[in-house]
């Protein structure tokens, strides 16, 4: 069983992804985050195995928060989903 954690500023993001999460025998959704501060505090509390981190978000974004994320619960993989298009935008 894969735990995941799921950030995302936008409800309905995270609504879609836990439906997904929660239809599977091969994944246990741990928590859900709205902000990258919210997400730190999520991963060093439950120690998910994956985080799906949305990019852009207000305060820490998910780029600062996979760092402390990282430097927290080394064992955590995290991956950063956008809707960027343009590769500019994104630091």
């Known amino acids: ?25 091969e994944f246990e959704l741990v928590g859900e985050a709205a902000t990258g ?25 998910g780029v600062e928060a996979t760092r402390q994320i990282r430097d927290a619960v080394p064992k955590t993989q995290v991956v950063l989903l956008s809707s960027i298009r343009d590769h500019s935008t994104a630091r």
């Not at 995302?8 to 609504?15: F, K, P």
């Not at 439950?46 to 820490?60: E, N, R, T």
Request: aromatic share 4%; with cysteine.
């Open 1 to 25: 069983m894969i735990r995941i954690g799921i950030v995302d500023d936008h409800e309905m993001v995270r609504y879609g992804l836990r439906i997904l999460f929660e239809a599977s025998d």
């Open 37 to 61: 501060e919210e997400a730190v505090r999520l991963c060093t509390m439950l120690k998910p195995d994956v985080v799906l981190m949305d990019v852009l978000m207000p305060g820490i974004d």
